[in-house]
Every structure is written in C-alpha cells, then in structure tokens.
C-alpha cells in the first residue's frame, strides 16, 4: 500500500521550533530520495528539502541553516527540524520522493505568527 501520513505541525510563534514527521510505506521509502515540500497559502507546492537514502542532503535556500532533515531508514520515517522559524514559513508541509512521484498526503499545517 502506497502512503505517506504527515505530522508534527502547530502554531509557533517567530524564532521557535517545530519537529515534522512522516511515515511512509516501505515501497516509497525505500531506495528513494525523500524530502519535504511545502505549499504556501495561495502559492505552489516547493520542494525545501531532500534526503538520499545515503544521508546525503540538501535544502532550498530559504531554509538553508535552520531546517535539517533526517531518515531513520529501519522505521520508514523522515524527519524535518525545523529551527528560527519565520512568518514566511506558513505551510502545508508534505513529505514525498524528491520528485513528487506518488500521491500526496494530508500534509501538516505549521502556522508561524505572534
């Protein structure tokens, strides 16, 4: 079964912290690159981080140094912290290959404001 379950997300005020999980069926998870894409209110989803099944990684340059992300690759989970949070990262954050190649899931609201 295909399927990515988001979660972690919350209100936060600026310059806190939110951790984000997914969990994802091993047929996604395995051998692929993940990461964590991110769909603004009124604007298109963006890809903001990725993670190979390596560990190597990378991250668009809004979040460059305060958001990192992790795999555990026994449990099928990948994980974004996410550190100095700004009003600009208001989102629906979702988790999928780098590529977007399989169905989206329900996302993770994170609601960064005073």
């Not at 298109?44 to 340059?61: C, F, K, M, P």
Request: a positive charge.
């Amino acid at each position: 079964q295909v399927q990515l379950v988001e979660s972690g997300g919350g209100l936060v005020q600026p310059g806190g912290s939110l951790r984000l999980s997914c969990a994802a069926s091993r047929t996604i998870f395995r051998f692929n690159t993940m990461g964590w894409h991110r769909q603004p209110p009124g604007r298109q989803r963006e890809l903001v981080a990725a993670i190979t099944s390596a560990g190597s990684t990378n991250y668009a340059d809004s979040v460059k140094g305060r958001f990192t992300i992790s795999r555990d690759n026994a449990k099928n989970i990948i994980f974004l912290e996410m550190n100095s949070l700004k009003p600009e990262d208001t989102a629906v954050y979702y988790c999928n290959t780098r590529s977007a190649a399989f169905p989206w899931g329900q996302g993770t609201q994170v609601t960064v404001s005073s």
